[in-house]
Every structure is written in structure tokens, then in C-alpha cells.
């Protein structure tokens, strides 16, 4: 499976970004993915998942009511909307695909993984 992370970019505080995360096969649709980050000289994060159903959905509290994470398996795509952003919020966003259903915050639990894409926020 190969993931392909887009959508980040350089803005203001306060300003959106929506990342995507699209899959090359199908096989994503039976698995939870996931959205981590990696700020320079720190380790990659969890910042929130999703199930393979899209009924359940976990945030780290950084970013909760600020972050939407949304999946269309018709489309093997998977969103990030990031609102309100903050300069923290600036890293490497990766997205990656669980081994099971069932959403989770364990970065162990996670298989196949997106290149990254950044995301800079200007104060």
C-alpha cells in the first residue's frame, strides 16, 4: 500500500489547511488510519485517527475542536481539516494505515505510511 500525503502548506495563525491522504488500493477501506506529526528535533506524534467505518475518531487534545479527521473509501482518501492554527501545530504531517479496524492513538499499530507533507504556521 502506498500512501500519498498532500494539502500542507505555509500560513498565518488563525488561517485552515485541509490535508489529504489517499491510498493506492482498496485495502485501506478495511483498515483505520491515522494522521502523526513530527516537529523538527522531536519525535512523531499521534494527532487523531480514524476507523475503517469512519464511526469513531480519536484527537490528541492539542487539537480537538480545532481538527476534523473524515475518510471517503470510496475515494481511499483520507482528510485532515485543520482550523484555527496555531505556530505548535507547524511539522511534518505524516498519514498512515493501521493493521486493524479499529482506531488507535499507538503509532506501533501502524503499517504503511505517507511520505509527510509540511505544514508551517506563521505567527
Known amino acids: 500500500v502506498q500512501l500519498q500525503a498532500s494539502g500542507g502548506g505555509l500560513v498565518q495563525t488563525g488561517a485552515s489547511l485541509r490535508l489529504s491522504c489517499t491510498s493506492s488500493?482498496?485495502?485501506?477501506?478495511?483498515?483505520?488510519m491515522g494522521w502523526f506529526r513530527q516537529a523538527p528535533g522531536k519525535e512523531r506524534v499521534f494527532v487523531a485517527s480514524?476507523?475503517?467505518?469512519?464511526?469513531?475518531?480519536y484527537y490528541v487534545d492539542s487539537v480537538k475542536g480545532r481538527f476534523t479527521i473524515s475518510r471517503d473509501n470510496a475515494k481511499n482518501t483520507m482528510y485532515l481539516q485543520m482550523n484555527n492554527l496555531e505556530p505548535e501545530d507547524t511539522a511534518v504531517y505524516y498519514c498512515?494505515?493501521?493493521?486493524?479496524?479499529?482506531?488507535?492513538?499507538?503509532?506501533?499499530?501502524?503499517?504503511?505510511w505517507g511520505q509527510g507533507t509540511q505544514v508551517t504556521v506563521s505567527s
Open positions: 498512515a494505515t493501521a493493521l486493524g479496524s479499529r482506531a488507535s492513538t499507538d503509532v506501533r499499530e501502524y503499517r504503511y
Open positions: 488500493r482498496r485495502t485501506s477501506s478495511n483498515n483505520a
Open positions: 480514524i476507523s475503517w467505518r469512519g464511526e469513531t475518531t
